[in-house]
Each structure stands twice: as C-alpha cells, then as structure tokens.
C-alpha cells in the first residue's frame, strides 16, 4: 500500500526496456537514475533551478553524502510509478529526503532515503542554504504529509 | 536551422546533469539515451507497444542492425530539445529512422540514423512485421516531410 | 585511512571521464555501477559464476534487498579506487556486503552495505543457497578482517 | 571472422550483467560504453593522458563529430571482447578510428567508426594536434595492419 495521505510533489516514471536486466526487472543500478531525476525535477519546481542552475547561477553544489534504497517489488518493463518526494530533515548545511517509488495501484516499489549537503564551489565547505531556498524549502516540508 | 516543416512525432527531452561530463557538454554515450528513449515512445505511439510489449505480447524484437550519429551542437545542462522521429524506409524486414533532436529557437543538435530489424524469438531470424505494424508505419511515414 | 588489514578479493576500478559530471566529480549514480561490478567480480570468483551463471546455470537470481552509500570524498577523473569486499554476514536466504573504496594512499572513499537475497526462478521464493555456495563463502568469510 | 593480422591496441571487456536487456542480449546504448572505454584507455596508452589529462594538462578536448556503429552478432552476460583500436586517418584538427570488438573464437561482433575533433577550451575552435600527439598516433597508425 502507498505511505501517502498526501504528496506535494511527485516524479513520473515509465519503467523503460533499457532500464532492465536478463531476468526481466529493472537493473539495481538503475533505480539510482530513478532517484537523480526525481530530485532534479524537485530543485526544479521548489528551488527554481536545476543541478546546473545551482553550478552556474548560485555557484554551489548539493554532494551526495548518504543514500539509502529498500527494493520492495521488482518494477518490469512498461511499469509506472510515481516518485513521491518528501523533505524530512532540513539541517544547517544538509537536506535530507525520502523518496518512495509507488504503482498506480498503490503498490510500493521502492524507498530511498537520501542525503545531501550545501557547498560552496570556492572552497568546497558546507554552508547553510541561501534564505529563499530555506524559506521553499520549509514551505513545501510543512506541506507534505505520510502516513507510514 | 530545423530540417522540418512538419513532424507526426516528437519525443521532447530536457538534458540532465547526470547526462553531462566534466566538459560541463552531454557525454557522448548519453546521446544513445535520448535517441531510444524517443524510439521507445514512437513504439508505444505508432505501434501500440513499447519494446516489452514486442516481446511479452507478440513474440518478436528488433534489434538494431546499424546506427549513426551526427553530433552537430553540444547539448548543455537544462537545454531542452524535441526529438523528432521520421521513418525513413520499410523495407522487408527492416525499418530506418532519421531522429534530430532539434532545440526550441530551431538549433539542430544531433542527427541519428537507426536501422532495426523484426525478427522472431523462436529462432531469432528476420521476418516481415505483421500487418497491423505495416499499416501503422506506412500511415506515419506518408504523414512526415522533411525539408533537408 | 583504510579500514583494513587485510582483503581477501578486491576489485580495481579507474574513475572514467564519462563517470564523472561537470562539477569534475562522480556523479552519484555512476557509484553504484561500481558496487555492482565488483560484486559481479567476486560472484565469479568466489561462487564460480557471474549474475548469468546465476541464471541460466543455476536457475537462480540475488536481487538486491537493501543498499546503503556513503560518500566520504570524492572521486576524479582518472582516480584508481580498490573495491574491497567483505561478507558480513550470510543467513538462511540472505546475503550482507561492506564494499568499501579505498585508493592508493589509503583514502576511504565509499563505503556500501549491500543485502541480496537468493531466490529460485521457478516461484521467485527466498531459498537457502546450495551447499557450494555456502561453504565458499563462509569459506572467505572466515578470511577477512576489518579493522574498522 | 576476425579482420585482422596484426593489432597494435586492443581493450578487453566482459559482457556484464547490467549491460544486457531482457532478450539477454546487450542494450544497444551500452556498446557504446564499450566503444568509449576502449578510446579513453587508448588516449591513456597513446598519448599519455586520459580525457581528464586532456582537459586538466592540456586544455583541451576531443568532442564527438560522428559515429558509427553496424551490429553483426549480439554480445551476451559473460562473453568477452577484444576492442580493436585502429587509427584510419589523421587529419588537420581531427581523428577517425575504426574500433571492431571480436571475441576469441575470432567471431565480430561490432564495428564502430569514430570521428573526433581537438579543440581548445578558450574558444572551443578546432585546432591542429600538438606535436608529441602526432608523431605518436602517426606511430601507431603505421604499425596497424588491417585485412578487412
């Protein structure tokens, strides 16, 4: 069943041949790519840019620095899912996210839990996010709800 | 400039980060990417059935004999561009594609030339495709003009 | 600092331009294809056949269960990295790796928990291993130290 | 059979797991990981430096302009490859290779054609190859010998 009572921002995904091993069902790696873009798509709509936008707009970067995946049921060629993206912690240089691919039928693929943190790219220290990335960025946490 | 006047279809893409090397361009094998992704969905649209569907619903594949890519402009993070699908030529057995993928003012990125081949998965040998995909196929094609 | 003393089978990579982004460093999920090829790796070292052998010899799959990345620094173009693996634990139809990144002069770069589980082809059930699996693994298990 | 008598350069690559499709067969996209594998530890061996060294030693790069790819046997998990660099021509300010994987049986699988550019990064115009590049790629194209 789907964690979701509610969900403020969702990445949809159709499970390509490509993305599939020998067996039939998607690659490990591959869900990885699944995660990236859903979170591409997420700085898109809540911060205003992408992951190139912050390089050559604000001159920071967003490492990886923990990343985390459950694989509940195997998604097959053909699948949809929605990726469903939830801020769980802001902290003062890191952000950290869950992020639950879920079926049409509310099936439940995948969880990821991934975390990230500011930088600046002269220097390459952690530093608190800027005020209007903060300010979106609680806004759209105080907006999500899970149930599970 | 843009090659067309008209197109029946368009796969649009935006380029990710992950697409791009430390060149800050899309690294030459994420190309491949762009063009079977829109291969895909031309699949799915024309024909009813994605690569999975070829396989699990009529027995059948089509590997790629022969490709071919131009790389006309480097694509950069955040630029979007229509991948616009023409058949070139039915032939037996076989069918070739030309794929541009072209950008919003007209820039014309990357040319792709693709040729597959229907076979049967009992006994992996070429055969004609079945009527329905004959149909659908000659349909789009007669609908596609291209100026260059 | 390293983590060992001493690797019974690690797997050499070089960090590839194509595995990098334009920030000059790997991107997060190109990590992943290195996890997996290593495991891959000792699959054929250590049980005698790789995820195909699995397959088609053994009617078997180890779909992943459960992985975790750190990312302790970061790696660049042209870096050599040893993946060094360890057995963590083996269950009745599990298995747990620590993989761990290190490079020449002892840099910790990665370190990933990975969870498979063995199934059978037929049903797709948890099954315990075979017994050549078992013994070849606990085998190496028993080889292995960590100092950390 | 294979096309040659004599090979200057070859790569070595096994056929992965995660390279392969549901057919079994390798992804169309990933040959093209090959292909650059084989160039990227070519640079290393024939110039020196990787496409990091390129671009951090040398400032510059060697952009895609058109490649090729014509597929005659389908690689599957576990075969192994011997990439085949060849040098066809060296131009002005760019390179054409002809790269063909062959297995050990003499079997060809892939045959690429390859044509880069150099370029500087202030201007990213077309230049002449500095010296010590063509002297040794005009070494190496003089010691290949091709049959086919």
């Known amino acids: 069943m789907s964690p ?3 969900v403020p921002f969702s990445y949809r995904r159709r499970v390509r041949w490509g993305d599939c091993d020998p067996e039939g069902m998607i690659y490990t790696v591959r869900v990885y790519d699944y995660l ?12 205003g840019l992408d992951f190139g936008g912050l390089k050559y707009e604000r001159h ?4 990886s620095v ?3 995946c459950q694989f509940m049921k195997a998604l097959k060629p ?19 996210f869950i992020v639950d691919a879920v079926g049409d039928d509310g099936s439940h ?4 839990n991934h975390t ?6 002269d220097g390459f220290k952690p530093v608190r996010p800027p005020d209007d990335f ?11 709800k899970r149930m599970t």
Chains 1, 2, 3, 4 share one sequence.
């Open 78 to 96: 053909g699948c949809e899912v929605d990726l469903h993206v939830f801020v769980e912690r802001l902290g003062n240089a890191s952000i950290s």
């Open 116 to 121: 990230a943190c500011f930088i600046t790219l």
């Open 4 to 6: 979701y009572t509610d």
């Open 134 to 144: 903060r300010e979106n960025i609680e806004a759209y946490r105080a907006a999500g």
């Open 60 to 63: 920071m970067a967003m490492p």
């Open 36 to 47: 990236l873009e859903a979170l591409e798509a997420w700085y898109l709509k809540v911060l």
């Open 109 to 112: 693929y995948l969880r990821f």
């Open 66 to 68: 923990r990343q985390e």
